[in-house]
C-alpha cells in the first residue's frame, strides 16, 4: 500500500510538471529590457509546486 502512494503521488508531481510546462505563454509587449531573474520565475514555480507534492505524498507514507 505505501507503494501505492508513492506511485501516485510521482504520477501527480509529473502531471502537474507537465501541465506548468505546456502552459502557452504570449509573447510579452516590447518594453524596458527585464532582468534574468524574471525568466526564471516559471521555472521557480514549477520547482516549488513539485516539491510541495514530492512533500505531501512523503507526509501520506
Known sequence: MEM????CGVVFAAAS???V???EVGAPAPGP???GA???VPALG???GA???SLF???LN
Open 4 to 7: 501505492k502512494k508513492i506511485a
Open 57 to 59: 505524498a512523503y507526509y
Open 21 to 23: 510546462m505546456a502552459a
Open 38 to 40: 524574471s525568466v526564471a
Open 17 to 19: 510538471m507537465t501541465a
Open 51 to 53: 516539491s510541495l507534492v
Open 46 to 48: 514549477s520547482l516549488v
Open 33 to 35: 529590457a527585464a532582468s
